[in-house]
């Protein structure tokens, strides 16, 4: 007989937290530091800059703003970077009233690619850091950019449960869905832009949710 769920597991980038916070500030902002600190075009400075993070795709490092900000030689720091950027954080209306309601009957926690760096700014935006009780950073807490079926298989070890005891959800098929269902763990792909009605309703009993509503519903209802 399957154990009853007491842990919910949430990504937080396209999950909880709209990407386009780390779009402005990597897309953006450092291409306009280097373009002024170098003197060229900001066209020339997007090339540079997206021609390096392609070359460190993967890496650990990819995700780490202070690795990009000492590579392009950037005077300024993390800190005053982000200063003005941060009105582009911002949470999926979806995110604090699931995250209330589900908090009342489980124990909540992230697992997420994102550096402590980006992971911490998110939690402290509306103070969403109150409702979990872990956080975890592939890259500052496992040395990892990938969410391995051994790193969730971990977690649980930490978190006192077994993985019939928890489920999860996020955008990333490899890394939200198919690994965390390989170390045995239930598992939903949220999918917030589906392609057509018709898709949605056809993939209503599977894995795949729309919203954080749905998933809420569908992880309530496992046993």
């Not at 996020?170 to 589906?194: C, M, Q, W």
Request: overall charge negative; glycine content about 2%.
């Amino acid at each position: 007989m399957a154990s009853k769920i007491k842990v919910i597991s949430f990504d937080m980038d396209g999950c909880l937290t709209d990407e386009e916070f780390d779009d402005t500030f990597y897309f953006i902002e450092l291409p306009s530091i280097i373009a002024k600190k170098r003197k060229i075009s900001f066209t020339e400075a997007f090339d540079f800059a997206t021609e390096a993070y392609d070359s460190m795709r993967g890496e650990k490092q990819w995700t780490d703003p202070t690795y990009w900000i000492k590579r392009f030689e950037i005077d300024d720091s993390f800190k005053d970077i982000i200063k003005n950027l941060k009105k582009e954080l911002k949470h999926y209306r979806d995110a604090i009233p699931v995250l209330e309601s589900l908090k009342k009957d489980y124990r909540l926690i992230i697992i997420s690619s994102a550096t402590r760096h980006f992971l911490d700014l998110k939690l402290d935006e509306e103070d969403i850091r109150q409702y979990f009780e872990a956080t975890y950073s592939m890259s500052d807490d496992f040395g990892t950019m990938k969410k391995e079926p051994e790193i969730y298989k971990e977690i649980c070890k930490k978190l006192g449960i077994i993985t019939d005891e928890i489920v999860h959800v996020g955008d990333s098929r490899t890394h939200d869905y198919e690994n965390p269902v390989k170390a045995g763990i239930k598992a939903f792909l949220l999918e917030r832009k589906p392609i057509s009605i018709e898709k949605s309703r056809s993939e209503k009993d599977s894995h795949i949710v729309h919203t954080l509503y749905e998933f809420e519903e569908r992880a309530r209802a496992l046993r």
